[in-house]
């Protein structure tokens, strides 16, 4: 997505369906989670949490892009990336 987008986070966020500002305010982090430690894929509903206005049912964000809904369980290893 990084290198689809030119590395503009504005587009990552429309591509992903995010409200703008989302990953350009800095209060959001991205990370790596091994995905051995991933649970339950499932189609999202629009009942997650920070599901936003712009969530369409159908299994794809606004910005055309396939999405799904997983479950980390809790203390599951990570690792912050940076964009």
């Not at 629009?46 to 712009?54: F, I, V």
């Amino acid at each position: 997505m990084i290198q689809r987008t030119g590395g503009d986070l504005g587009k990552v966020e429309t591509k992903l369906g995010l409200d703008a500002g989302t990953l350009t305010d800095g209060d959001t982090l991205i990370a790596w989670v091994e995905p051995n430690s991933l649970k339950n894929l499932r189609m999202p509903d629009g009942n997650e949490l920070d599901a936003n206005d712009l969530w369409e049912p159908g299994g794809y964000t606004s910005g055309g892009l396939p999405e799904a809904t997983i479950d980390v369980p809790a203390g599951s290893e990570y690792r912050p990336t940076t964009v």
